[in-house]
Nanobody
Framework: QEQVIESGGGVVQAGGSLRLSCTSP????????VGWFRRGPGKERTFVAA????????TYADDVKGRFPISRDNARNEVYLQMNNLPPADTAVYYC?????????????????WGQGTQVTVSS
């Protein structure tokens, strides 16, 4: 049974925007850090962004800093990744993961529950 669910992927033209959402049926989801990772075509999985328990507790990969703000709405049990100014290089499957603790870690080993991913395709 999936415990982390991503949505919001799709096809967008270069320069466009998409917002990914991540949610969980677990009531305790809001008590954990949440991270986004991605795997591009023929590439390894890499860290994108993470958020801890509070809005200001965030960490970003250098190549998305300033373009992909991460946020969360604990009342809705949701985490969002707003992706702006997308180039084709951002094409990837994007994965949401629930942390083992409350922190905004960039390390995949600090996450225990992963979604199945949502495809983002940026066309040139």
């Amino acid at each position: 049974q999936e415990q982390v669910i991503e949505s919001g992927g799709g096809v967008v033209q270069a320069g466009g925007s998409l917002r990914l959402s991540c949610t969980s049926p677990e009531r305790t989801f809001s008590s954990y850090g949440v991270g986004w990772f991605r795997r591009g075509p023929g590439k390894e999985r890499t860290f994108v962004a993470a958020i801890g328990l509070v809005v200001k507790q965030t960490t970003y990969a250098d190549d998305v800093k300033g373009r992909f703000p991460i946020s969360r709405d604990n009342a809705r049990n949701e985490v969002y990744l707003q992706m702006n100014n997308l180039p084709p290089a951002d094409t990837a499957v994007y994965y949401c993961a629930r942390g083992r603790g409350p922190f905004d870690s960039p390390r995949p080993q600090d996450y225990s529950k992963w979604g199945q991913g949502t495809q983002v395709t940026v066309s040139s």
